[in-house]
């Protein structure tokens, strides 16, 4: 199926991404059940999981679903919970994000409440110390290894050096301004403003070719 959609430099055709024909509330559940259970690490390791899971179940491509990351960061609350009904809601629509958000949450808290009773039990231990250690390692691997994946489809663009620019600026900005507020409202400002530094390469490409 294809999208229109209007901006200031005309018509650009977007292709939304078909319909796994098992896309609906039962598999959305239980997927977000799996990953629920075993996305051990941390934010880094459940955003992993969902990726893995959206990508293979075909409910949206890499640019989609940083785009459902982008926007979960500009809600308040926990953001793993709003990427999960937005991911929910593309892949089985209203059902879906019930089921997303129940199938995330009800393994964990399960889980967690168990190993919060084991963890007053054996922390005292000396044998634990090295596990635990471990457990921390892991989630900071998560961490790089998302930041990997999810930067890997925005550096095959060929504007490399305005992206490393504009990601030093931002970091930049949110150690001295220290207000996320302020640091998304001048990402928005300076993406209306500056349009075309923003603009994915695909998205030029695309206009590129309706000129032709």
Request: hydrophobic content about 50%; aromatic content about 8%.
């Amino acid at each position: 199926m294809t999208i229109k959609v209007k901006s200031g430099r005309g018509d650009r055709k977007l292709q939304r991404q078909p319909r796994h024909p098992l896309s609906d509330w039962l598999l959305v559940m239980a997927v977000f059940a799996r990953i629920g259970s075993t996305a051990f690490g941390g934010g880094s390791a459940t955003i992993a999981s969902m990726r893995q899971a959206c990508l293979r179940h075909q409910w949206m491509d890499e640019r989609q679903f940083v785009s459902t990351l982008v926007l979960s960061r500009l809600t308040p609350g926990i953001s793993i919970l709003a990427q999960a009904l937005l991911i929910g809601r593309i892949a089985a629509g209203i059902p879906g994000m019930f089921a997303a958000l129940t199938g995330l949450l009800a393994p964990a808290l399960v889980i967690t409440c168990g190993l919060t009773w084991l963890y007053e039990v054996i922390h005292d231990l000396p044998a634990v110390a090295g596990p635990l250690h471990t457990v921390v390692a892991t989630a900071a691997g998560f961490t790089v290894a998302l930041t990997l994946q999810l930067m890997r489809d925005v550096f095959r663009g060929q504007r490399i050096v305005m992206i490393m620019l504009v990601l030093l600026v931002y970091t930049a900005l949110a150690f001295w301004v220290n207000n996320p507020l302020i640091v998304m409202a001048s990402a928005i400002f300076l993406a209306l403003l500056f349009p075309a530094v923003f603009d994915s390469p695909s998205s030029s490409s695309d206009k590129t070719d309706s000129d032709k």
